[in-house]
């Protein structure tokens, strides 16, 4: 099965500008996630969606970032204006919907955003 | 709220070499646990995963156990390659279609 789709791969801007990032899931994951990976840590959970509805998305800096899903399938995040924290690995991931025990989660491969 | 602590690396071994990084978590209830791996210039890929204490989960030589009593989930190999060379994360999930949380991650370098 095709994987998670992710792009650009790299984006270089500079502070201030906007940016968008693209992500596919892998067909038939209800689930998708967007995590910021900042150099030397974990990734970090920004926003989760349920098919087209937000599930969580408390550690999302709304001021700057955006998301959405519209049709339930792919999904694009926003930032207006970048600041330079903001350089970091951004990671989409997808999973079954389902009830219980957690469905495991599958990455696409990133974009790396670096901001001047 | 839910954290996960895993072993400062980098961690550097020769070729065959046991490995064990140590990984613990605080988290109430019984969340899943994970090990991810990240190849250099790849996403981040299932390793192994246990959902309930005393749960062995294995993969590609590699092994970790749920350890409720003390909060674990340390992951081993008995002879490591150089094709293993890779940034390892543990994480947990609470049930259900929950996020991740993930450690800092641990860079382990083999040599030949």
């Known amino acids: 099965e095709a994987g998670v789709a992710q792009s650009p791969r790299y984006k270089i801007i500079e502070k201030r500008q906007s940016v968008a990032f693209w992500c596919n899931p892998i067909?038939?994951?209800?689930?998708l996630y967007w995590y910021q990976q900042i150099l030397g840590q974990g990734p970090k959970l920004l926003i989760q969606?349920?098919?087209?509805?937000?599930?969580?998305d408390s550690q999302l800096p709304k001021d700057r970032f955006s998301a959405e899903r519209l049709k339930g399938v792919d999904s694009t995040l926003k930032i207006q204006p970048a600041k330079l924290e903001d350089s970091a690995v951004y990671l989409c991931?997808?999973?079954?919907?389902?009830?219980?025990?957690?469905?495991?989660?599958?990455f696409g491969d990133g974009t790396r955003l670096s901001i001047l | 709220g839910d954290s996960v602590t895993q072993m400062e690396g980098p961690v550097t071994l020769s070729e065959e070499a046991f490995l064990t990084i140590n990984c613990t978590y605080t988290a109430t209830g019984y969340p899943s646990l994970f090990w991810y791996v990240q190849y250099p210039g790849e996403g981040l890929q299932l390793l192994l995963k246990?959902?309930?204490?005393?749960d062995k989960g294995s993969n590609k030589g590699f092994e970790a156990t749920y350890r409720k009593e003390t909060t674990s989930f340390h992951l081993e190999k008995g002879s490591v390659q150089v094709s293993d060379s890779a940034v390892y994360f543990c994480a947990l999930s609470r049930p259900g279609n929950t996020p991740l949380v993930f450690g800092k991650g641990t860079r382990l370098s083999v040599i030949a």
């Open positions: 991931a997808s999973s079954l919907a389902g009830t219980g025990g957690s469905q495991p989660q599958h």
């Open positions: 067909s038939g994951h209800a689930t």
């Open positions: 969606f349920q098919n087209n509805g937000v599930v969580d």
């Open positions: 246990a959902t309930k204490a005393d």
